[in-house]
């Protein structure tokens, strides 16, 4: 399967810590997006890589958010000092240039006690 | 404020009828993307309209984009059980940089 994967799927995780997520675009996409879904919400758009450059990053919610693209291929996003309202589906998505046609992953779900 | 309104935000139906989900700006889009997303998955692409008054089809499902490229519509046929999910519109805004705005969605039950 040649989709969008992320990992872990599911993360559980005490108020304070910190929490990496990764995501696997498809191979030929050059553009990675992250998005944060809450319940009732459609996705939040965070920020977006073309190749390994980080192009928007105005849209993270705190200085607590960084995201990485080391060699234009995989994404981390991390979350420093969880807090509970950090609790939600964090989405990865992958696209060619024509970036209205994104791919999303299955998201991974922070739960924040 | 929502830059892409969706409505109904709910609809519950049973299966074999028809419904229309809308999505509405004040600003023009270069594209609206419609999406349907399953619970704990990601969203999955269904179409894409770029052309003012453009009509697409998939099967029972059917896509219109308005005329000033403002607003757009999905009309189901004979809804199945298949057809629940979460159905979302996104799109860029016409001019400056991309970023990638998504209405709140449509929640859709379909009974059997």
């Known amino acids: 399967d040649t989709g969008v994967s992320q990992n872990p799927r599911h993360k559980i995780t005490k108020r304070g810590q910190n929490v990496t997520f990764r995501c696997d675009p498809i191979?030929?996409?050059?553009?990675l997006y992250w998005y944060r879904q809450t319940l009732g919400q459609g996705p939040e758009f965070l920020t977006y890589?073309?190749?390994?450059?980080?192009?928007?990053k105005s849209r993270l919610l705190s200085d607590r958010f960084s995201a990485e693209r080391p060699k234009g291929s995989f994404s981390t996003l991390e979350i420093q000092r969880t807090e509970q309202g950090d609790s939600a589906m964090y989405l990865c998505?992958?696209?060619?240039?024509?970036?209205?046609?994104?791919?999303f992953g299955p998201g991974t779900r922070l739960t924040v006690l | 404020t929502q830059l892409l309104e969706q409505s109904p935000q709910f609809l519950s139906i049973q299966e074999g009828e028809n419904l229309t989900v809308y999505c509405n700006s004040s600003?023009?889009?270069?594209?609206l993307q419609w999406y349907r997303q399953e619970p704990g998955e990601g969203p999955v692409l269904l179409v894409t309209?770029?052309?003012?008054?453009e009509v697409k089809k998939l099967k029972r499902l059917t896509f219109q984009f308005g005329d000033a490229r403002k607003d757009s519509s999905l009309h189901i046929t004979a809804a199945q059980p298949g057809d629940t999910g979460l159905y979302l519109c996104?799109?860029?805004?016409?001019?400056?940089?991309?970023?990638?705005?998504f209405g709140r969605g449509t929640s859709l039950i379909v009974h059997p």
């Open positions: 996104a799109g860029p805004p016409r001019g400056g940089s991309y970023i990638p705005t």
């Open positions: 890589f073309q190749n390994e450059a980080q192009l928007e």
């Open positions: 191979s030929e996409h050059n553009r």
């Open positions: 998505a992958s696209s060619f240039p024509d970036a209205a046609k994104q791919f």
């Open positions: 600003s023009v889009f270069s594209s």
């Open positions: 309209v770029v052309t003012g008054g």
